[in-house]
């Protein structure tokens, strides 16, 4: 049945924005870009929300944040939105065991069992099932980071074969690739993602390019070890928002700051310039002009993307 919350429209946008979770960026780009919502206006021209409007807002925050893109759900109504939530939490309690330990642990040892056995079906497999029950997010965060993290230790240490390491990786980068499914708006702002020369590490930039395109974001993915000019040149075809940067190896960290200062130089003055990634800490500390280093991992990926829409 539809929500009987009070339909009179009372609340400016900061009351919303702190009663939802949203930023107020989001709110203008959900009711712009996507027609989520249709605030009225008070005789000064101020957005003024409803009660039915916040419980219609925190149900899309809710569903975008299990994974599911804005521009899937924004047309919905509020009925459907009640039910595709308590769809999504159904899924997410079943997920769950019996002390409140969520089975992406489980899902993890699996994975990295077929790692291991160089079993690239049932990786995939693995894969793709606990990312239909988690939802991307915490599919992303839950089990794909850490495995990318054991995937990558076990194999510095010896722990696994360079052969185990390369179908591990292939499998979890073509399985983020298929997970972002249509291309957005294309009226939505537009990253590109690389990693700069002789950076041959590149799910790190694929994590940042499956995150941003579930955010409502255009994404163009470069790959992996590529010039700081090459990587401007691109920018400036496809009239790129922003550019983001993957940082992984710490051998070499004097030749990526030097790279991403060319960079910065390169690119137009309104293009954003981000660099995350294992070795990005050591950037921060030479503060360099014009770049924001992401510390907060993917978190605060998205929420960087979500200001921006």
């Not at 990634?277 to 280093?293: D, I």
Request: glycine share 8%; net charge negative.
């Amino acid at each position: 049945m539809e929500s009987q919350k009070d339909p009179t429209p009372r609340h400016p946008i900061r009351v919303v924005a702190n009663r939802t979770g949203l930023t107020t960026a989001s709110l203008r780009a959900w009711e712009r870009r996507y027609k989520a919502i249709k605030p009225e206006r008070s005789q000064s021209g101020q957005r003024l929300y409803s009660d039915r409007d916040i419980q219609r807002l925190s149900l899309l925050r809710e569903l975008t944040e299990a994974g599911r893109a804005i521009s899937g759900v924004a047309d919905l109504s509020l009925e459907q939105l009640l039910e595709l939530a308590a769809e999504d939490r159904a899924a997410e309690h079943s997920s769950t065991g019996r002390n409140g330990t969520v089975a992406s642990s489980s899902w993890l040892d699996e994975a990295f069992e077929q790692v291991v056995k160089l079993d690239a079906r049932e990786l995939e497999r693995i894969l793709w099932k606990s990312a239909m029950i988690l939802g991307a997010n915490r599919f992303i965060d839950e089990l794909v980071t850490p495995l990318i993290h054991g995937i990558g230790s076990e194999w510095v240490s010896g722990q696994i074969t360079p052969a185990q390491e390369h179908m591990g990786t292939e499998v979890v980068d073509r399985t983020l690739a298929k997970l972002t499914g249509p291309t957005p708006n294309q009226s939505s702002p537009h990253m590109l993602v690389a990693t700069l020369h002789s950076e041959l590490h590149g799910l790190g930039a694929r994590l940042v390019s499956t995150v941003a395109a579930l955010e409502g974001w255009k994404v163009t993915h470069l790959g992996t070890s590529l010039s700081a000019t090459e990587i401007a040149q691109a920018a400036a075809e496809i009239d790129a928002t922003a550019v983001a940067i993957s940082v992984v190896n710490e051998d070499r960290i004097e030749d990526r700051r030097g790279d991403i200062s060319r960079l910065r130089a390169h690119l137009d003055p309104s293009i954003s310039v981000l660099v995350g990634g294992r070795a990005s800490g050591q950037l921060e500390e030479a503060r360099l002009a014009g770049v924001r280093v992401v510390l907060g991992g993917l978190p605060e990926l998205r929420q960087i993307c979500r200001e921006a829409m």
